[in-house]
């Protein structure tokens, strides 16, 4: 079976939401990162103040390949603002060619 990695780059304020929805969709295991960046829209211009790198928050979620559509569609739900604004996020999916797990050195199927 195979797996992908899942990295969605939310708004801060919308990370909980998407983790609980993740986990009342039966996909409890995520990662939480804080990060800052920007995209597209080159940050943000609030008067003469320009913010170049905006608060973000990185999840991450190893799933099986088959899960993708369900948990994307979570994600999606779960961190759009409805504003119609730049700024709700990014999700990624790369490939994951093999994964341990530490505690007990198996290789995962």
């Given at each position: 079976m195979s797996m992908i990695m899942i990295k969605a780059v939310v708004r801060p304020e919308r990370a909980d939401a998407v983790m609980?929805?993740?986990l009342?969709?039966?996909y409890p295991a995520v990662t939480k990162l804080d990060v800052?960046?920007?995209?597209?829209?080159?940050?943000?211009k609030i008067g003469e103040v320009?913010?170049?790198e905006?608060?973000?928050v990185m999840l991450l979620s190893v799933i099986q390949a088959s899960?993708?559509?369900f948990v994307i569609r979570t994600i999606m739900e779960k961190a759009r603002t409805g504003k119609g604004n730049f700024g709700d996020g990014?999700?990624?999916v790369s490939v994951v060619e093999e994964v341990y797990t530490i505690s007990s050195g198996v290789k995962e199927e």
């Open positions: 609980e929805g993740l009342q969709a039966g800052y960046g920007r995209g597209k829209q080159r940050g943000l320009h913010y170049d905006l608060p973000k899960d993708k559509d990014k999700i990624f």
